[in-house]
């Protein structure tokens, strides 16, 4: 079968390619100015090579890179990892190209007690497989050397880029069937993602093995290090067949569980602290022990589902270890789990703990467009072809230590092809726009929030306290609930940068409110919150206070009484949300999933700079969960106290099992809420608690506010206020209500907004016009106001000789101009524009 839908488009390639030019000429400056891609890389199976003929593989391999050609003239290297197998046919080389390949051409799982195609009818396709094909090709490691090579050739000509290859390692029983792992050497396995031992442990070690592989040619040894024999395996394997790189996929390399809430340390029900540091030297063991036998090609990392702070609790996995041993890695991209259970919060949080602190500024972002082996297409299916899983993580911004505002270097999909070989166009020609829409709003400057992630802290309470385990799993669970509960989170930096950042551009944060745990007592960094709050800063601090010093306590008016835990009664109502059906009143706290008890309550309840927000009651006993303190000498510094429950438990699933809203409130709704102290209002109108609230990223870029967000129910209303104003979306309509913005929005959504109104009521619009005028290059217009103010957040290199106010006219603007300001500093660069009624329309 010849591809007929291609034939078209692959007359006028080879045609190019005959003539040895690009198929696509590059521009000499692509539009996204500076911002390109280090990287893109289109992951792919083998089984759009339907045919192992050489001609047939080459115009597949052109077909693949043309789909995507309108992207991948924005990155400056393209790559093509291979899903050839599951990794065993790295652990099975023996160094000679004729040996039979075992390769992934299955639908389903093919490492189960049901032979492929077997089995009773009502078996799912994790419990049995399927061929993909009635007769899929035969191939050897000579074919996919070929394939390689077809690749490198047909993507330089294609794109005129450089083109690398990578293959791939998973840990697990999917995509190929494996004899070495569950037959040969079931001893490596360790992890239960996928049932009782089925993913390989990095740390594990083989038993002896006679038979001759391409780096053990006499046998495996007994007692060889898996780090030892797969790094050899994967030295020569690499060279022979012309990769340039290798993927560990599925949380290899970090740590037995992958997936799971619990791991070699946490056991669901304690933290077996005593494990700590000999797992933790096990898998620094298999990075070294890896690099010794394959020291030069680049390893990419999949990493975990979850986040630092977690991992490291429940699995002993030192990423601060990891990335400072100079192993030549990527660190991980974003989990593409939440296109499976939605839990976007797990997501992001995974994502900026592990680039709070990087090897150097390099990190991916990567997408599920197909699956290729579980019969899904999540843009087609899972998302319903909404790009909430672009706009959200793709704010993600780190501040590294001088305070440069870093974004993703390199670019993945997973996958471009789908269970049955099919690469259909539609997928790259739908989520490209949105790739590239989300590129040109890339974040060049703080968000309204900032998490100080305290990479380096709980690398160090791990191993030098004995009772600090909880605290730590506790930080990113807590903080994962409150993204899904609608915290606009999407800036981080690590506590050790923000030291360095703070002392040298202290001007950074001054629109922006940082969150950060309760520091070490005596610490520099309890030193620089206190001053940064002292000299006008806005923090919040959430968790418990157990090791900090006297200083800090009386700084947040906080003392610590007898731990308890249970349910609570919440005594203060403090809801900006409005539900027809109210919020539950009962608060369950348990000391396992919260680093410890509640034991906060204010020092002095006196204290005129200090007002209490929420207070719990259990049995006449009354904690203070939050509150709000501002000396007069701070200069408009402002410090909240936010103890923090995690409404979350292990249940036995893969994951913590959120409370009922229903039943329980959920404890991380109040981090969303205690945002309003500082000016930041955002609340949600819904009918009852089961609805789940929507998940939000607010972007810097350019100057604008990049509002995006996913709504899981498009019938929640959301409500914004900010202390400019009431912002307006940009191409919307909004209703103010007492001040604040309000929207119904869709499933996925992104917008720019440059304009915020001190209004109280009456609808409002904004929307963008053409220029119509020489040297005019943005016009916007707002309709609907009465008596308002406005402020407009024009782009950098606006100034006020360049900018321009009309008010109740029109073209060709020689009447109307109305007089207008710099704004108020601590508000960012902005113009103001007052006791407007009527339309203004603005432009520069």
């Known amino acids: 079968m010849r591809l007929p839908y291609l034939l078209p488009r692959i007359v006028s390639v080879l045609l190019l390619l005959a003539l040895g030019l690009p ?26 090579f339907r045919k192992n003929d050489r001609a047939y593989i080459r115009e597949v391999a052109t077909e693949l890179f043309t789909q995507w050609h ?12 291979l899903w050839t197998s599951d990794g ?36 799912s396709i994790h419990e049995r497989a399927y061929l993909y094909l009635e007769n899929p090709p035969v191939f050897n490691y000579g074919d996919l050397k070929f394939i390689v090579q077809a690749l490198k050739e047909a993507g330089r000509k294609v794109t005129g880029k450089p083109i690398l290859v990578g293959a791939t390692f998973d840990p697990g029983p999917e995509f190929a069937k494996s004899e070495f792992k569950y037959k040969k050497h079931p001893e490596i396995l360790g992890g239960n993602a996928m049932g009782h031992k089925t993913f390989v442990s990095c740390y594990s070690v083989l038993k002896a093995d006679q038979e001759a592989y391409a780096g053990f040619p006499g046998g495996i040894p007994a007692n060889t290090p898996f780090g030892t024999f797969f790094g050899r395996q994967s030295q020569h394997f690499l060279t022979d067949l012309g990769f340039d790189y290798i993927w560990f996929s599925n949380g290899f390399g970090f740590g037995a569980e992958g997936w799971s809430a619990t791991g070699a340390i946490f056991t669901g029900k304690n933290f077996e602290q005593e494990k700590l540091d000999d797992a933790t030297a096990k898998i620094g063991a298999f990075w070294r022990l890896f690099r010794q036998e394959c020291p030069d090609f680049q390893i990419q990392t999949r990493g975990t589902n979850l986040s630092v702070g977690a991992d490291l609790a429940r699995d002993a996995v030192d990423l601060k270890n990891i990335y400072r041993g100079n192993f030549n890695m990527l660190p991980p991209p974003n989990s593409p789990w939440a296109a499976l259970d939605g839990d976007f919060g797990l997501e992001m949080v995974g994502y900026m703990s592990r680039v709070a602190e990087l090897p150097d500024n390099r990190f991916p972002f990567r997408y599920y467009t197909h699956d290729p082996w579980w019969l899904n297409s999540p843009w087609l299916d899972r998302y319903g072809r909404e790009p909430h899983d672009i706009y959200l993580p793709m704010a993600v911004s780190r501040i590294d230590a001088q305070g440069n505002i870093g974004v993703p270097t390199h670019l993945n999909f997973l996958t471009v092809d789908d269970s049955y070989g099919n690469m259909p166009t539609q997928v790259p020609d739908e989520v ?68 360095t950042v703070f002392a040298q551009k202290p001007e950074l944060f001054k629109e922006s409110v940082l969150m950060t745990i309760a520091p070490e007592a005596e610490s520099a960094l309890e030193k620089a919150l206190m001053t940064f709050v002292e000299k006008g800063g806005k923090l919040i601090v959430f968790g418990p206070v157990d090791h900090s010093s006297e200083a800090f306590m009386q700084f947040l008016n906080l003392q610590n009484s007898a731990p308890l835990e249970g349910d609570f009664k919440i005594k203060t109502n403090y809801l900006p949300d409005v539900l027809e059906q109210a919020y539950p009143t009962v608060l369950t706290h348990r000391a396992l999933f919260n680093g410890g008890g509640l034991r906060t309550t204010l020092q002095n309840r006196r204290d005129p700079a200090t007002k209490l927000l929420v207070q719990l009651e259990q049995k006449g006993t009354l904690r ?88 899981p129910n498009s019938t929640v209303k ?28 869709p499933t996925a959504w992104n917008r720019e907004c440059r304009v915020f109104v001190e209004q109280n009521d009456g609808m409002v619009s904004f929307k963008e016009l053409h220029s119509g005028q020489k040297g005019i290059t943005k016009r916007y217009q707002v309709s609907g106001l009465k008596n308002a103010t406005v402020r407009i957040y024009a782009e950098d290199h606006v100034t006020a000789e360049t900018f321009h106010a009309y008010v109740n006219a029109g073209y060709p603007w020689k009447t109307g101009q109305v007089p207008f300001k710099p704004g108020d500093e601590k508000l960012g660069k902005h113009f103001v524009v007052e006791n407007v009624t009527g339309t203004l329309v603005v432009s520069w």
Request: overall charge neutral; cysteine-free.
């Open 718 to 745: 959301l409500r914004f206020r900010m202390p400019p104003g009431a912002p307006l979306l940009l191409g919307l309509e909004t209703r103010l209500d007492r001040g604040h913005s309000s929207y119904v929005l």
């Open 88 to 123: 065993s046919e790295i652990l099975d080389y023996k160094g000679t190209l004729e040996q039979p390949l075992e390769w992934a051409r299955y639908l389903g799982n093919p490492n189960t007690n049901h032979e492929v195609g077997s089995g009773p009818e009502e078996l």
């Open 432 to 499: 490209t726009p949105h790739i590239l829409k989300a590129r040109y709003d890339l974040p060049t400057a703080p968000g309204p929030l900032v998490w100080v992630y305290p990479f380096d802290e709980y690398h160090a309470w791990a191993h030098e306290h004995k009772d600090r385990l909880p605290e730590i799993y506790y930080g990113d669970w807590f903080v994962r609930q409150a993204i899904n509960s609608g915290l606009p989170l999407n800036t981080v930096i690590s506590t050790t940068s923000f030291q």
């Open 624 to 711: 203070d969960a939050a509150w709000v303190r501002s000396q007069p000498q701070w200069n408009g510094g402002k410090v909240v106290y936010l103890r923090g429950t995690n409404s979350s438990s292990f249940t036995g699933g893969r994951l913590l099992t959120p409370d009922d809203p229903t039943k329980v409130f959920i404890g991380p709704l109040y981090l969303r809420y205690v945002l309003q102290e500082f000016g930041i209002h955002i609340a949600v109108d819904k009918q009852d608690p089961s609805v789940k609230n929507p998940v939000l990223t607010v972007a810097r870029s350019h100057n604008a506010f990049v509002f995006s967000g996913y709504q």
């Open 23 to 48: 198929v696509f000429a590059q521009p000499v400056d692509s539009p996204l100015k500076g911002k390109n891609f280090n990287n893109i890389t289109l992951e792919a199976s083998l089984k759009p």
């Open 70 to 81: 309108s992207l991948l003239r924005h990155t400056d290297t393209v790559s093509v990892m």
